[in-house]
């Protein structure tokens, strides 16, 4: 069996302008005669930019929604209208209510048009395994709402506003010839948490590469930030390390000054995700 992943990035943050780009992301990966669509953005744009790209939507083994926010789920209306037999596999808390608090707080769940569809969706419950070497893993780790309360990210479950502890999150986890690829679209939790839990589910295999936005853009007098420190960013870059982590692709929340950062430390073991890439793994 041909293990090669083949990953098109369909809407990210940024583009070279011949692309919609938006604050969303969505990426199709091609594995071992399977095509995955993760993720729809944060509108229909990803449909037109598929189209432009001239990658068929209609023909899809499985969707997957990373987790319950609106820049990664937008466009799964479109989809629905484009391609009838198409469903989603998300983590049972993903259709819930949830909340930022930067600046004032708002919502930022599954917009209705899209959550009111719930025969759309396929609700897990835990590990999932989609296909031979392709697995959803949710987040096991204990204590996660610290980081949403640190993080401004909140959950409202029977009328009451808590922290969010991610549980409605996972990754998307194909096995390679070369290891694990991991993709977490916001990584929420964290890298590190994140690729312990992936090892945990696939049985300790070393992890070849990582894709997906890191959560560390901020702003701040009106300046896009890097909301980690030096401390949290020498951290990270040491345990991809450490973990011999040989490819990291990332984009969207991690922004500009964040790859800055990475980049800085890995060098070339970081590149940067944009609209209409394709990259092979």
């Known amino acids: 069996m041909n293990r090669e992943i083949r990953v098109t990035v369909l809407m990210e943050n940024t583009s070279d302008g011949s692309l919609a780009c938006e604050h969303g992301l969505s990426l199709l990966i091609a594995y ?51 391609n009838p037999a198409a469903r989603v596999y998300a983590q049972k808390g993903a259709l819930d209510a949830y909340f930022s608090g930067s600046g004032r707080m708002h919502e930022i769940s599954v917009p209705q048009d899209v959550a009111s569809q719930r025969d759309r969706f396929i609700l897990i419950d835990g590990v999932c395994e989609l296909f031979p070497g392709v697995v959803l893993v949710p987040h096991s780790t204990p204590g996660l709402d610290r980081i949403g309360a640190k993080s401004g990210l909140y959950q ?62 901020g702003k701040r007098d009106g300046r896009e930030i890097c909301t980690f420190s030096d401390h949290e960013l020498d951290a990270l870059c040491d345990f991809f390390v450490q973990e011999g982590v040989v490819q990291i692709y990332t984009g969207h929340c991690t922004g500009a000054p964040g790859f800055a950062e990475l980049h800085r430390r890995l060098g070339d073991r970081v590149k940067r995700l944009t609209t209409g890439m394709a990259f092979t793994l």
């Open 32 to 82: 071992a005669g399977r095509r995955i669509l993760l993720d729809a953005g944060s509108t229909d744009a990803f449909c037109a930019n598929a189209d432009a790209l001239g990658v068929s939507l209609t023909h899809l083994d499985a969707c997957v929604l990373s987790h319950g926010h609106y820049d990664h789920s937008g466009g799964f209306h479109a989809l629905f209208l484009r």
């Open 156 to 217: 409202k479950r029977n009328g009451q506003m808590t922290p969010d502890d991610f549980a409605h999150e996972q990754s998307l986890v194909l096995d390679t010839a070369n290891g694990l690829v991991i993709f977490n679209s916001c990584s929420h939790a964290g890298a590190a948490n994140i690729i312990r839990e992936a090892q945990a589910a696939c049985g300790q295999k070393r992890v070849y590469a990582y894709v997906g936005g890191l959560h560390m853009k």
